[in-house]
């Protein structure tokens, strides 16, 4: 079963800042937050990961919260091409299983 | 460049007869995953393999079996399809990304079973 908990849909306008919220209460410490996406008749696409610290890379940031319990995806200036599902998972290690959750489709408004 | 590989895209085939959807990685990587995607369903592991060894999903039913004659190549077969199985299925493998490893799908085959 998924280890994490997503709203099931999201609404965001183009431009702005789409920010995707997770709750992952049960994960342990060695265990990694990712993120995908998959666009619609496409493969997931791997976005982000992270363990303890926030990160950014050239698609996305995610923010931690200490006590790591929740995530935060955040999209700076979201378009239209970010109209997705975008899953949230936990995973231990490079040979762990990926387990998909519902996910939160992502629409974003003109 | 594609580095997993899914062909066909698209498969027809009848009900209760036997289908291989196929894959092939470039990143001549030792794991390889098949994923089921239902409509309006997120992606559900089936099994997976690391080298030769090959592990399977619980919940995975014996009509679904798979081959991995060498690293670059997977094959999913499905003995007798049924009008339950139509879905997309995602073949993937992972990549070293900043210190950890992801997993890269591929464009998956969308089967239709008559």
């Known amino acids: 079963d998924a280890k994490t908990t997503q709203p099931p849909s999201m609404d965001c306008a183009e431009g702005r800042a789409a920010n995707l919220p997770c709750n992952h209460s049960?994960?342990?410490?060695?265990?990694?937050v990712y993120w995908y996406r998959q666009i619609h008749s496409q493969g997931p696409q791997y976005i982000i990961h992270?363990?303890?610290n926030n990160e950014t890379n050239e698609m996305a940031s995610l923010i931690i919260t200490e006590d790591r319990k929740s995530s935060t995806l955040i999209l700076p200036h979201a378009t239209l091409r970010d109209t997705a599902v975008y899953y949230c998972?936990?995973?231990?290690?490079?040979?762990?299983?990926?387990?998909f959750g519902k996910g939160t489709r992502l629409h974003i408004l003109p | 460049d594609a580095m997993v590989i899914q062909n066909p895209r698209y498969q027809v085939t009848q009900f209760g007869k036997p289908v291989t959807l196929s894959c092939s990685q470039t990143l001549n990587h030792n794991v390889m995953y098949w994923y089921q995607q239902k409509s309006s369903q997120a992606p559900k592991l089936l099994f997976h393999y690391y080298d030769k060894d090959f592990n399977n999903e619980a919940d995975t039913p014996d009509n679904f079996q798979s081959r991995r004659p060498n690293t670059s190549f997977c094959f999913l077969d499905i003995r007798s399809p049924g009008l339950g199985d139509a879905a997309m299925y995602l073949c993937a493998t992972n990549l070293w990304d900043r210190g950890q490893e992801t997993q890269y799908f591929g464009p998956g085959t969308r089967l239709l079973v008559l």
């Open positions: 998972i936990v995973r231990l290690n490079r040979d762990d299983k990926i387990i």
């Open positions: 992270g363990l303890k």
């Open positions: 049960t994960i342990s410490g060695n265990e990694y």
